[in-house]
């Protein structure tokens, strides 16, 4: 896959202080995209593929990334940045104790020495998402962008789908965000998370036997509940085609309409980006 840079005519490096920045890193890569706050209007999508396999090798990559682009110097009214670990787990609000993060966390994941453990809150769902980074990486994002936290890859996923199906308090729907070889997942009814997990998996069936298995244990009834494809899965994909055999409601991703995005955008499928694309002002 080759790297995207679209960059729309109106974007100006000498009004960046008007600009937002959102980052997503993940061992696929790092993307990055701006609004234009005023206007609201997406004006430029970038992404570096990297393919790796281990988070600890992620430094040199992500570093190179930022040190050879000028944006990444400019000033920002804000910025947000994301990043995909594979070990999380969401704790209630109810039920946080500040103090015992790593315990959370280390409850049903294996733990790794050189690792940070970071946490956001996510409002709508009313929990707090604990997750790991390298400690390397984690320290050079924490002085490239001293007042940013980092927030895990699931805040948009999640945020971004309770607020848009906020008036529809009976409509259930599983959001599939997908990487090269991991999926995140998030289902909810009305305003309420009921469930979130990431699986790995090698090929279509794979997927299948996952989200079918799901569907499953949760009494998810397949001819009703809406299943929605985000990240770089492509329209003709078999997957989509196996989803479509088995659940009636599937569908791809659309954009928040809310927004404006760049003309040039539109080379791109709109559910490639969506949950990076959803991250400004989730809360």
């Avoid at 969401?90 to 280390?106: A, D, I, N, R, T």
């Avoid at 956001?120 to 320290?139: M, R």
């Avoid at 298995?213 to 085609?241: A, N, R």
């Avoid at 989803?243 to 499928?269: E, G, V």
Wanted: proline share 4%; charged share 20%; net charge positive.
């Amino acid at each position: 896959m080759r790297d995207i840079s679209f960059i729309d005519k109106t974007f100006d490096l000498t009004k960046t202080h008007l600009y937002h920045l959102s980052i997503q890193i993940s061992l696929d890569g790092l993307c990055f995209v701006v609004l234009d706050i005023p206007k609201g209007k997406y004006i430029q999508l970038n992404e570096k593929h990297f393919f790796l396999k281990r988070p600890r090798l992620l430094l040199k990559h992500v570093q190179q990334v930022i040190e050879s682009d000028e944006i990444f110097n400019c000033e920002f009214k804000s910025v947000e940045i994301l990043y995909a670990s594979r070990k999380f787990t969401l704790v209630p609000q109810s039920f946080f104790g500040k103090g015992s993060m790593e315990k959370y966390l280390w409850f049903n994941n294996q733990e790794e020495k050189g690792y940070l453990v970071g946490k956001n809150l996510l409002p709508k769902a009313g929990c707090y998402c604990i997750f790991d980074i390298p400690q390397n990486l984690g320290s050079f994002l924490s002085l490239k962008f001293p007042k940013v936290i980092v927030k895990h890859n699931l805040f948009p996923l999640i945020e971004d789908s309770l607020k848009r199906n906020r008036s529809f308090s009976e409509r259930e729907q599983v959001h599939l965000n997908f990487f090269r070889d991991n999926f995140e997942v998030a289902i909810i009814k009305g305003s309420k998370l009921n469930y979130c997990n990431i699986f790995n998996y090698l090929t279509e069936r794979d997927i299948l036997f996952h989200v079918l298995l799901i569907f499953d244990q949760l009494k998810l009834p397949t001819s009703s509940t809406e299943l929605v494809l985000h990240g770089q899965l492509p329209q003709v994909s078999p997957v989509y085609h196996l989803f479509k055999k088995y659940i009636r409601q599937t569908m791809f991703a659309n954009l928040d309409t809310t927004f404006q995005y760049s003309y040039t955008f539109a080379q791109l499928p709109e559910h490639y980006y969506s949950s990076i694309l959803s991250a400004y002002k989730c809360e």
